[in-house]
C-alpha cells in the first residue's frame, strides 16, 4: 500500500497532468478542441458528418489508427488506408478487430465512408 501511494506520487511530481482534450485543425485551418481517449471517436466522427475535413490531430498530419469490428466472414479494403492488423475477439469468435492506418488528411472521408457501409467503428486514435 505504501509502495502504490510512493509511485502515485513520485508520477504526480514527474509527469503533468494528463490534458482530456486534444486540439484539431480543419480544412479551413480553424482549430477545434475535441475530448480525448474514447470521446475523441465520436467528435471526430460528428465533424465528418457535417463535412469537415481534419489538417493535424494532436499535432498530427501524417497518421492515425482507427479500429473497426467487423464480422469475421467481412473483409474491407479502402482508399489510402493500409491494414496494420487484424485480430479476433476472445468473447465473441464471429467478429474481428480490424486496424487501419489512414493519412489525417483522408481519415474524415474514411469515417464518412465507414458510417455510410454500416461498419462499428471501434476507434478514432486522437494522436
Given at each position: 500500500?505504501a509502495?502504490?501511494?510512493?509511485?502515485g506520487i513520485?508520477?504526480?511530481?514527474v509527469?503533468?497532468k494528463?490534458?482530456?482534450?486534444?486540439?484539431?485543425?480543419?480544412?479551413?485551418?480553424s482549430?477545434?478542441m475535441?475530448?480525448?481517449y474514447?470521446?475523441?471517436?465520436?467528435?471526430?466522427l460528428?465533424?465528418a458528418?457535417?463535412?469537415?475535413?481534419?489538417k493535424?490531430?494532436?499535432?498530427?498530419?501524417?497518421?492515425?489508427?482507427?479500429?473497426?469490428?467487423?464480422?469475421n466472414?467481412?473483409?474491407?479494403?479502402y482508399?489510402?488506408?493500409?491494414?496494420?492488423?487484424?485480430?479476433?475477439?476472445?468473447?465473441?469468435?464471429?467478429?474481428?478487430?480490424?486496424?487501419?492506418?489512414?493519412?489525417?488528411?483522408?481519415?474524415?472521408?474514411?469515417?464518412?465512408?465507414?458510417?455510410?457501409?454500416?461498419?462499428?467503428?471501434e476507434?478514432?486514435?486522437?494522436?
Amino acid at each position: 500500500m505504501a509502495y502504490g501511494k510512493l509511485i502515485g506520487i513520485g508520477t504526480n511530481e514527474v509527469y503533468e497532468k494528463a490534458i482530456p482534450s486534444t486540439a484539431v485543425i480543419l480544412e479551413n485551418d480553424s482549430i477545434v478542441m475535441l475530448p480525448r481517449y474514447d470521446k475523441f471517436t465520436e467528435a471526430a466522427l460528428n465533424l465528418a458528418k457535417e463535412g469537415h475535413s481534419f489538417k493535424e490531430i494532436a499535432g498530427n498530419n501524417s497518421a492515425i489508427l482507427i479500429t473497426l469490428l467487423l464480422p469475421n466472414d467481412r473483409n474491407v479494403q479502402y482508399p489510402n488506408t493500409q491494414i496494420v492488423f487484424t485480430q479476433p475477439i476472445a468473447s465473441d469468435s464471429s467478429v474481428k478487430r480490424v486496424t487501419l492506418a489512414v493519412p489525417v488528411s483522408s481519415s474524415s472521408t474514411l469515417l464518412r465512408e465507414l458510417s455510410g457501409d454500416q461498419v462499428t467503428i471501434e476507434h478514432v486514435f486522437d494522436y
